[in-house]
């Protein structure tokens, strides 16, 4: 039944449309699949009866001619969600056996578009981590194999378990969340296609918060099409979401495969930072050269504080998650070891409960935001915010549609390869993605060839605001030309 | 405001062993918003609901829950800034108060710190004696409200309530413009007042609506400033004075033995009548306050404040003036009529049916006293303003006497009915007939002739005379026609 897996979305749709097979079927076969996967560590719980409960429902529904825009499709959900009835721990030991008693809004649009959850899937414990190695649960593995090695490879996080998932055919689309990257990084290092949506797109309600002002919602997919599919049935306005925008969503599958001719694509020189691969260089300057055949324009641009990006981000992310993760202090929900006093059990609690990545972040917010250092460092660093965003401004003012960079700068590495480097090396896998959050603009994550070693690497495109459709049309041009890269079953 | 060189009135200084000592008092009054839902939740704000049935998943803090901003409360914030004369901020912001505790499920207070809705103001506080005072205010900022912790169910355990969790509060900062306990007392009372013409809050100190932080500091007057402490969360107007006396009693003996203000928190133990210290500046939280990135800035179009403000009620400095003004009463009976809405409207209604000065005699002495003694709000009177006015005007025309209409208010406070009817039936008409009253007086006279004789010697002795007329009329004479009449017969 692995052939049911090897089908895109789009595809799936098709074959679901005219009952080649069913909607039990398809999702049977992704059951079977991740039980062949386990070793993977992509899920960190797998909900059978749940999915193919739904799977029936999706049949009914196409019987009566009333199939949604995701109808069967077999669906891994961060466990970063929150899901009705299905314990959410956001990989986090302090969560404990938390079971929600409601569905974050983002996964209740899919499901009312009819797809079906097959489980909940690995990140890094509260999203925090670009290799997926601080989860509770450990580390999910890169489908993908250096040539010639069986090293285990990281899938990237934090949303390791999404993008290993589809990936690996585990499943047919995947709910990521993009804080720094966290969609992209992990779509690059896995031939994945992942989207961060516009800040305030996706409504955040029910995702368990990373850093307020920089989190969204958005897919990993197999190929850019599905991709956009999957966009159109998360994205909406949600009035109990004070940051989400109430403007239409509009066809993102119409945007695939539209003409690129005429846009304008920035290069940004700032993003050729010291010690880039030359592959990474080359996988750059081929893009820019498949965008130009057809038909767009390739100017330089300059982004002048993006250096500065990366420091900033790392005092607004942690000093936002220092005040969000206030609320895990074992008096209401998840783990709680006890003390003497209340002081002393918040303590404990939160000792036993935070891996090492969660509380050195931790400190860091308390320690920016703290009186005498509030100055120095959270106000700077929201100035620096401030001018990242009007860098994107002037560029997008002059006439750019859409800005070309590399998605990483580099292509996976071993898991455990970067155990004893500092926290700082770790951090600088997001130096090409961080500026989007900071911008709050969209950006798409695109394979688009691979290493000498045989890994995937990929571009990333940056769009104007709620400017997803250009995205999924430049993107789309960039995996033509360059395919789609599917990695070898050996797990 | 501040400005040191306002000369104190004497009677407002404490005297210490080293010379006189001047009070300087600012109080943060927290007032829970009347609004049907929570600041960040639509959970219910009704009170004495069983412990944690208004808690949304918002309240608790659930994962991945937001807050969203409930404009009705904005709304009243806007209207109290209205109601104090103060500057309304078009845009201002929410930020995150970061502390542990078990009642405050997030970690932190949504507040506003930085940019407050609304901004400077002033409160005229009647002190009297036609003395007045202005309080400036600082500031007012809307805030969530922590829930409850209660400790004394289980000896081991404490127990959280959070149907108070996440209710807004409106933050109303004074400046440190009050010198005596009085004034503090006095302002709290003129702004409760406003709050509740408004109906922004009801008030209710017992229900911990309304509940004050009092900053005191003494000086030498005309010395700047001293070190302030800050007594929290004092819940009645009588203790907040009592916090203050006993507060500033304690820094002037520190000061006075040669030491130092420490600043910190305290609290006040009203049943020991001191004040205890909570913790020190340098144990004082580091709250961490940022913008909250949940929340977009709070924007208000100007037209919506000038539609809050066409929507005002009278307020109560209004109201006070156009009371003396209109009924020429005086400037102190108008502010005891005007000190609550309901009670104000009452008034109005009795004048309207009578003399409006003797309305206001009947509605301060009378009708409050008795309301008083029994607690009854105004609301609930047994008299009405029409049953009220009937028997003010039948005061005012001469149809009964003063101490007859004593006796006609009781009937219609236990009884009811109709005062001209209730005069009629039961005869209580004023008797002005000469004739009739002579005669009475020619009867007491003639059955008292030794007081007739010392009367003549010391006249102030007719007012017996008067007594024993008046008790034999059964009050029913014209107490002037007697006096007329007796001092004519007695010859005084």
Known sequence: ?491 | MNAPSKIPASSKLIAGATGDWEIVIGLEIHAQVTSEAKLFSGSSTGFGASPNSHVSLVDAAMPGMLPVLNHECVRQAIRTGLGVKAQINLTSTFDRKNYFYPDLPQGYQISQYKSPIVGEGVVIVDMGEGEQISVGIERIHLEQDAGKSIHDQDPRLSFVDLNRSGVALMEIVSKPDMRSSDEAKAYVTKLRTILRYIGSCDGDMDKGNLRADVNVSVRKPGAPFGTRCEIKNVNSIRFIGQAIETEARRQIEILEDGGAIDQETRLFDPVKGETRAMRSKEEAHDYRYFPDPDLLPLVVEQSEVDELAAGLPELPDDKKARFIRDYGVTPYDAMVLTLERESADFFEQVAKRGDPKTAANWVINELFGRLNKDGTPITESPVSAAQLGGLVKLVADGTISGKIAKDLFEILWTEGGDPRELVESRGLKQVTDTGAIEKVVDEVIAANPDKVEQAKAKPTLAGWFVGQVMKASGGKANPQAVNDILKRKLGI
């Open chain 1, 1 to 491: 039944m692995t052939e049911l897996c090897d089908l895109t979305f789009a595809e799936a749709r098709k074959a679901l449309a005219a009952k080649e097979f069913s909607a039990v079927e398809l999702n049977k076969a992704y059951l079977e699949a991740m039980e062949a996967a386990r070793g993977l560590n992509a899920y960190v719980l797998e909900t059978p009866e749940i999915a193919l409960e739904r799977a029936a429902e999706s049949d009914a529904r196409i019987a009566r001619g009333e199939a949604g825009a995701l109808e069967g499709l077999p669906l891994g959900v961060k466990d970063l969600y929150c899901t009705e009835g299905v314990r959410t721990t956001a990989c986090s030991k302090i969560l404990g056996d938390f079971t929600p008693p409601y569905e974050s809004h983002v996964t209740s649009l899919m499901r009312s578009a009819g797809a079906v959850m097959l489980g909940k899937l690995n990140n890094d414990e509260f999203a925090m981590g670009s290799s997926n190695e601080t989860s509770a649960f450990g580390t999910p593995v890169n489908p993908w194999r250096r040539k010639g090695s069986d090293a285990k490879l990281v899938a990237g996080g934090s949303s390791g378990g999404s993008s290993a998932a589809v990936a690996a055919r585990i499943c047919l689309g995947a709910t990521a969340t993009d804080t720094g990257g966290s969609i992209r990084q992990p779509a690059a290092f896995t031939g994945t296609v992942g989207v961060k949506p516009t800040y305030g797109r996706c409504s955040r309600w029910g995702i368990v918060a990373f850093a307020s002002s920089l989190d969204q919602a958005g897919p990993i997919a197999r190929d850019v099409r599905d991709a956009a599919i999957l966009m159109g049935s998360m994205a909406g306005y949600d009035k109990r979401d004070s940051t989400s925008v109430d403007t239409p969503v509009p066809d993102y599958e119409a945007a695939v495969g539209r003409s690129v001719k005429g846009l304008r694509i920035g290069v940004p020189k700032e993003y050729r930072v010291d010690g880039m691969p030359a592959e990474i260089e080359k996988l750059w300057s081929q893009g820019a050269e498949q965008l130009k055949a057809a038909g767009a324009e390739i100017v330089e641009v300059s982004l002048p504080h993006t250096k500065y990006a990366l420091p900033a981000y790392y005092i607004v992310a942690p000093a936002e998650a220092s005040s969000n993760l206030a609320r895990y202090d074992g008096v209401r929900y998840g783990a709680r070891v006890a003390g003497r006093d209340i002081t002393e059990m918040y303590e404990n609690t939160r000792a036993a409960g935070f891996g090492s990545e969660v509380r050195r972040r931790i400190m860091i917010g308390a320690y920016v935001l703290s009186a005498g250092y509030y100055d120095a460092y959270y106000v700077r660093a929201q100035k620096v915010r401030t001018l990242i965003k009007q860098d994107f401004e002037t560029v997008f003012a002059a006439g750019v549609d859409a800005i070309l960079t590399p998605a990483t700068p580099s292509a996976a590495f071993g898991v455990g390869e970067m155990a004893n480097a500092s926290p700082v090396e770790m951090y600088l896998n997001d130096v090409f993605t961080v500026t989007v959050n900071m911008a709050g603009l969209p950006g798409v994550s695109v394979p688009a060839g691979l290493s000498a070693e045989g890994l995937p690497l990929a571009l990333q495109l940056i769009g104007r605001p709620f400017d997803e459709e250009t995205l999924f049309a430049t993107a789309a041009v960039i995996e033509d030309a360059n395919g789609r890269f599917t990695a070898d079953r050996w797990w």
